[in-house]
């Protein structure tokens, strides 16, 4: 069985920084891209980043581009999210996905987190 485990949320004033962690375990051989998403209350989940395996990154949104950066080190199974210049609408749960992974019982498809809070009040 994969598991990703995300850790690094809380509570930041405006204009704080976060680095969220998120990392998989498992007889895990490869992964292939993994991203982070986040939903606000009463609104649907949405991508926030996306990286591949060998480094290839996309933002989802205008809003979070030049704040956030995405990155993983794949000798750890681990991404990660910078993210500076915290606003209150940055606030939601923040999950972990992994599209493919390989592990020793076979590929496993989209896996996800259980989530971690990110709240941005003063």
């Known amino acids: 069985q994969v598991y990703l485990k995300e850790s690094g949320g809380g509570l930041v004033q405006p204009g704080g920084s976060l680095r969220l962690s998120c990392a998989a375990s498992g007889s895990i051989f490869s992964i292939n891209a993994m991203g982070w998403y986040r939903q606000a209350p009463g609104k649907q989940r949405e991508l926030v980043a996306r990286i591949t395996s060998g480094g290839s990154t996309n933002y989802a949104d205008y809003s979070v581009k030049g704040r956030f950066t995405i990155s993983r080190d794949n000798a750890k199974n681990t991404v990660y999210l910078q993210m500076n210049r915290l606003k209150p609408e940055d606030t939601a749960v923040y999950y972990c996905?992994?599209?493919?992974?390989?592990?020793?019982?076979?590929?496993?498809?989209?896996?996800w987190g259980q989530g971690t809070q990110v709240t941005v009040s003063s």
């Open positions: 996905n992994a599209d493919r992974v390989l592990s020793g019982l076979g590929w496993s498809n989209d896996i």
